[in-house]
């Protein structure tokens, strides 16, 4: 599984036999999206801080899963997947290290290192397996612990994100695994997280681009300022006879 933020992502992650796929509302609602991943399933969703009220945030809901998306994203309370799941919404939900409700679980750091916030996390799974979720982001769990919850989970499928090998998706983003930092600015995150993997250096990419860009724009600039472009080539030309046309039917100068 991959978050994806731009069209070449969506066409590459499709290309790459990618199953699962988290993109934002404004990518999923572009026309192009599913002509250039019409199989992969895909992911869309909002904070709970952003949704709105309970039935706001069902009828976005449903306009996006009309867009192109296949499931939603609910970071909020049970009550409020409940409601979505009961209108035959597929919702994933959020357990671990939530970023919107990082001030309750210490700030942005693992989340079930010791037993009792282990247990926690095992019961916000099990609230979610019988709320109607499908499925819920795991992030930054102890392996062992995200292994146990999901294998005692009968309906609720598990997409580890920094939790290890023991769920049924593995979840990266895909700025991090190229190296990408025009994406990261994107997400408004600068720094690859140690639970991922970097597999390109598209940071050394961008900058060979940009240095080529800086060469073509010097190369314009010298050209112009020395005469040798335009050149004849780049011209089109009147017929001798329709310019001298043109000239005498101008008033004197």
């Given at each position: 599984?991959?978050?994806?933020?731009?069209?070449?992502?969506?066409?590459?992650?499709?290309?790459?036999?990618?199953?699962l796929a988290s993109a934002p509302p404004d990518l999923v609602s572009d026309p192009r999206y599913r002509e250039v991943a019409p199989s992969l399933?895909?992911?869309?969703?909002?904070?709970?801080?952003e949704a709105g009220s309970a039935d706001d945030?069902?009828?976005?809901?449903?306009?996006?899963?009309?867009?192109?998306?296949?499931?939603?994203?609910?970071?909020?309370s049970m009550d409020r997947v409940e409601h979505l799941a009961k209108e035959y919404i597929p919702v994933v939900g959020h357990v671990g290290l939530?970023?919107?409700?990082?001030g309750w679980t210490g700030g942005y750091k693992a989340v079930g290192k010791n037993a009792d916030d282990a247990m926690r996390v095992y019961r916000e799974c099990i609230a979610l397996e019988n709320a109607g979720a499908i499925a819920a982001e795991i992030e930054v769990v102890p392996p062992e612990v995200a292994t146990e919850i999901s294998r005692r989970l009968k309906r609720l499928s598990l997409w580890s994100m920094g939790s290890g090998a023991g769920c049924d998706a593995q979840y990266l983003f895909a700025m991090d695994i190229l190296g990408d930092p025009t994406n990261q600015q994107l997400s408004g995150v600068s720094h690859v997280p140690r639970h991922s993997k970097v597999y390109r250096d598209f940071a050394a990419e961008h900058a060979r681009l940009q240095r080529e860009r800086v060469a073509a724009f010097t190369e314009y600039r010298l050209d112009v300022e020395s005469g040798n472009f335009p050149a004849e080539e780049h011209l089109v030309r009147?017929?001798?006879?329709?310019?001298?046309?043109?000239?005498?039917?101008?008033?004197?100068?």
């Open positions: 599984m991959l978050r994806i933020f731009t069209i070449e992502e969506a066409a590459a992650a499709e290309e790459a036999g990618i199953d399933f895909t992911l869309t969703g909002r904070s709970h801080l945030h069902l009828r976005w809901a449903g306009e996006m899963l009309l867009a192109g998306a296949d499931c939603i994203y609910c970071s909020g939530v970023p919107s409700r990082a009147m017929e001798p006879d329709e310019w001298q046309r043109f000239r005498d039917s101008l008033p004197e100068s």
